[in-house]
């Protein structure tokens, strides 16, 4: 599988991939009807209210790939580049699949405990200095399914979809992913997370209020199978 618009090194050059705008004034008329704050950020993310909205749930443990070729070697080895580019490919290609079967949101899932170790370095490393770049950081300290829920927020954001973060492992990765793309971080949220974490700070996004988690986490599974391949970005 090839990998779209990403590059094959973290040092080359990529045409951007296009984000689509949020519907601010879906959003205000969410707020003038009585929508709370989660209420609010569906419908921008998604032009519809949250009572029509779809909903689904991509959780890394389902996707295939991750067991297979891309599964933990348990060798302390990092990533490769191409191991990068086809697990972000699988996260855009899940979110194109979402955006065709006409789902608005879909909620992130990354738990583990490798994939929490990796997401506290990896906030760490998009937080220090260095030339490496997100993806260069993500590669020498993220995990795979951190990988590939960059992949899923990089593609909400190109299909006009909202993407909720569930957890530290998955907010690493929507974070990766708004270093790509800066214009994503309107269509991310977080939950699972404290209000103060660092990349909730250094991304300026909402996490969801308690109310709200059990709407979010409602929200139906993804099926295991093989996803779409992404479309190209514009060249």
């Given at each position: 599988?090839?990998?779209g618009?990403?590059?094959?090194?973290e040092?080359?050059?990529?045409p951007?991939?296009?984000?689509?705008?949020?519907?601010?004034?879906?959003?205000d008329?969410?707020v003038?009807?009585g929508?709370d704050?989660?209420?609010?950020w569906?419908?921008?993310?998604?032009?519809?209210?949250?009572e029509?909205?779809?909903m689904?749930?991509?959780?890394?443990?389902?996707?295939?790939?991750l067991?297979?070729?891309?599964?933990?070697?348990?060798?302390?080895?990092?990533?490769?580049?191409?191991?990068?580019?086809?697990?972000?490919?699988?996260?855009?290609?899940?979110a194109?699949?979402?955006a065709g079967?006409?789902?608005?949101?879909l909620v992130?899932?990354?738990?583990?405990?490798?994939?929490?170790?990796?997401?506290?370095?990896?906030?760490?490393?998009?937080?220090?200095?260095?030339?490496?770049?997100?993806?260069?950081?993500?590669?020498?300290?993220?995990?795979?399914?951190?990988?590939?829920?960059?992949?899923?927020?990089?593609?909400?954001?190109?299909?006009?979809?909202?993407?909720?973060?569930?957890g530290?492992?998955?907010?690493?990765?929507?974070?990766?992913?708004?270093?790509?793309e800066?214009d994503?971080?309107?269509r991310?949220?977080?939950?699972?997370?404290?209000a103060d974490d660092?990349?909730?700070?250094?991304?300026?996004?909402g996490?969801?209020p308690?109310?709200?988690?059990a709407?979010?986490?409602?929200?139906?599974?993804?099926?295991?199978g093989?996803?779409?391949?992404?479309?190209?970005?514009?060249?």
């Amino acid at each position: 599988m090839g990998a779209g618009a990403l590059p094959v090194d973290e040092h080359r050059r990529r045409p951007p991939i296009p984000i689509v705008p949020v519907d601010l004034r879906a959003r205000d008329a969410a707020v003038a009807g009585g929508a709370d704050e989660f209420g609010a950020w569906v419908a921008a993310a998604s032009g519809v209210s949250e009572e029509r909205a779809e909903m689904r749930v991509i959780d890394t443990a389902d996707v295939e790939v991750l067991r297979t070729t891309l599964a933990p070697r348990g060798d302390g080895s990092i990533l490769s580049v191409g191991e990068v580019a086809l697990a972000v490919d699988t996260g855009r290609g899940l979110a194109a699949r979402a955006a065709g079967e006409g789902v608005h949101v879909l909620v992130a899932a990354a738990a583990g405990d490798g994939s929490d170790a990796a997401a506290r370095a990896l906030a760490d490393g998009l937080a220090a200095p260095g030339d490496h770049g997100p993806l260069g950081a993500l590669r020498r300290l993220g995990d795979a399914p951190i990988a590939v829920v960059c992949g899923v927020a990089l593609g909400a954001g190109e299909h006009g979809l909202g993407c909720v973060a569930a957890g530290a492992a998955a907010l690493a990765g929507a974070a990766v992913a708004s270093g790509i793309e800066p214009d994503l971080r309107s269509r991310l949220i977080a939950v699972d997370v404290p209000a103060d974490d660092p990349l909730v700070r250094r991304l300026g996004i909402g996490v969801l209020p308690e109310a709200a988690v059990a709407r979010a986490l409602g929200a139906t599974p993804s099926g295991t199978g093989p996803p779409a391949a992404p479309p190209p970005a514009p060249r």
